[in-house]
């Protein structure tokens, strides 16, 4: 598995742009061949979305896509590109 984290600090309104949007957002991420998880946590001054694949090629193309969908939807709101950290999973527990 390979898993993706993109943080986008000191904005509180993307997470209330993506939770607005949840349903297009799953969708989204859940089209994306070997998709195993998303997951959007609110933090002090921003969010993080976690967002886990079978391999990183599925990772790849979610940031991508997540890219495309901010500059689309919410570009408004956030100029600032998020800190992108992806790596192979190496323990799961659920």
Known sequence: MYAVIRT???????ADQLAA???EVKKLVSAV????GYYLVRTGGGCTTFTVY???TGADESTRL????IREHASEI???T???TSGEVLIQAS
């Not at 986008?8 to 993307?14: P, S, V």
């Not at 997540?66 to 969908?69: H, I, L």
Request: glycine share 8%.
């Open 78 to 80: 956030t100029q600032s």
């Open 82 to 84: 998020p800190q992108v």
């Open 54 to 56: 079978d391999d990183q």
């Open 33 to 36: 061949d070997g998709f195993r």
């Open 8 to 14: 986008y600090a000191d904005n509180a309104e993307i």
């Open 21 to 23: 949007n949840a349903a």
């Open 66 to 69: 997540a890219g495309d969908w």
